[in-house]
C-alpha cells in the first residue's frame, strides 16, 4: 500500500522543481470538506481524517475509474473564483513548504463551464492565486485530449489570450489509449507557431511510440512518458531512445501517480532509475497530491527508499527541471543557484 510517506527533514529541505501537478488534483482535504460544504454537496466522508483515507482507498484499488472519481468531487467544490483562487494559493504554499524553488501547476479550465464559469474567469482566479503565493510559478491550460478537437482548439486560444500575464504553456490530458495528440494537430500547429511551450501526456496508458509523436507535434516536455522503457534494451525500438535524447525531451515523471494507474506495478519497479540511468533528462512529481495522497517530499523520500536513485540523482533531476521550466530566466536561473548552493 503507497500513502503519505513520512520525508526525513533533509528530503524535505531538499531543493525541488515542480513540472506536473494538477489544481484540481491537488487540493488539501480539509479545503475540499469546506468547499463541499459550502456548495451543498454531500462529501464521501463527514471529517478531514476519513476523507483523506477516502482517497487513499481509491487510489490503491487498483483501478483507474475509482483512481479518477474524486475529480468528480474537485472539480464541483472549485466551482466559484473565489474557491479556485484558494486552491490554487494553497498548492503553491504547499509546495513552496515541501521544497520547490519554482512550480508550474496545469488545469482544464473549461471543465468549470458546466459550472456557470466561463474559461477566463477560471484562469484569472487561478492566476490570482498564484500570485498570491512566494513561489514563483506558472499556469500550464490542459485541453482534455477525449474531447472534440474544437474544445481543444478554444483552450489554445484561452492559453494564447493569458500567455503574458501567468499562462505558460499547454498540455493534453485525459485518457491517452485511443486519443493520439496527432487528432489535436491544428490546435498543436497554432500554439506551436505563437510560440507557446507545449508539454504533453503520452506513453503513460499507451506505447513508447506515443512519446515521439508528441515530440514532432512541437512538445518539448512529455508527462509521464513512462513506456519509453519498454524499449529499453530493445534493439528493435532502440531508436524511439534515441530519437529521445536528439530532441532534448524533459520527461515529467511521477511514480507513486504511475503505481496508482497501473502504469508501473511498484515503486520499486518504477522505471524511472532505468530512464535516468539511460542517459534521458527526467524528473520527479506528484501529479495528484490529494487524489494520491502524497507530498512532494514524501515522493522524493519514497524514491530513495525503494528505488536505487540517490540525494545526488535526485538533486540533478532538480537541475534538469529548472533547466526545462517554462518560467523566464531569470527564475530558472534562482533556481539552478539555489540547487548548486545545497549541501
Request: one cysteine or more; aromatic letters at 4%.
Amino acid at each position: 500500500m503507497l500513502g503519505m510517506v513520512p520525508a526525513a527533514p533533509r528530503t524535505l529541505a531538499l531543493p525541488k522543481v515542480l513540472l506536473h501537478e494538477h489544481l484540481d488534483g491537488s487540493l488539501r482535504p480539509a479545503t475540499l470538506l469546506e468547499l463541499l460544504r459550502q456548495r451543498g454537496i454531500r462529501p464521501p466522508a463527514e471529517d478531514v481524517p476519513a476523507l483523506a483515507a477516502w482517497f487513499e482507498a481509491n487510489a490503491n484499488a487498483g483501478s483507474l475509474p475509482k483512481y479518477l472519481e474524486g475529480f468528480t468531487l474537485t472539480v464541483a467544490a472549485m466551482a466559484h473564483p473565489l474557491a479556485l483562487e484558494r486552491v490554487a494559493f494553497e498548492a503553491a504554499e504547499d509546495a513552496r513548504q515541501q521544497g520547490a524553488l519554482l512550480a508550474e501547476f496545469r488545469i482544464a479550465p473549461l471543465l468549470f463551464e458546466a459550472t456557470g464559469l466561463d474559461g477566463d474567469a477560471t484562469v484569472e482566479a487561478l492566476l490570482a492565486g498564484l500570485r498570491r503565493s512566494a513561489l514563483p510559478s506558472g499556469l500550464i491550460v490542459c485541453a482534455m485530449r477525449q474531447l472534440p478537437v474544437l474544445q481543444t482548439m478554444r483552450a489554445a486560444e484561452l492559453a494564447l489570450r493569458w500567455r503574458d500575464r501567468g499562462v505558460v504553456g499547454f498540455d493534453l490530458a485525459g485518457p491517452e489509449r485511443g486519443h493520439p495528440p496527432s487528432d489535436h494537430a491544428q490546435a498543436l500547429a497554432l500554439l506551436r507557431r505563437a510560440g507557446l511551450p507545449l508539454t504533453l501526456h503520452a506513453g503513460e496508458a499507451d506505447a513508447a511510440e506515443r512519446v515521439l509523436e508528441a515530440a514532432r507535434l512541437g512538445a518539448r516536455r512529455i508527462g509521464h512518458g513512462v513506456r519509453l522503457a519498454d524499449a529499453l534494451g530493445d534493439p528493435a525500438r532502440a531508436r524511439l531512445v534515441d530519437e529521445v535524447r536528439a530532441h532534448d525531451l524533459h520527461l515529467e515523471l511521477c511514480p507513486t501517480s504511475n503505481v496508482h494507474t497501473g502504469a508501473a506495478a511498484s515503486l520499486a519497479a518504477h522505471p524511472i532509475a532505468a530512464l535516468w540511468h539511460a542517459g534521458l533528462s527526467c524528473s520527479y512529481h506528484t501529479d495528484n497530491t490529494l487524489i494520491s495522497q502524497i507530498t512532494f517530499s514524501g515522493e522524493a523520500q519514497a524514491l530513495l527508499d525503494a528505488t536505487p536513485l540517490t540525494e545526488a540523482d535526485l538533486l540533478a533531476m532538480a537541475r534538469h527541471a529548472a533547466r526545462a521550466s517554462f518560467l523566464g530566466g531569470a527564475e530558472r536561473a534562482a533556481a539552478l543557484a539555489a540547487i548548486d548552493a545545497w549541501t
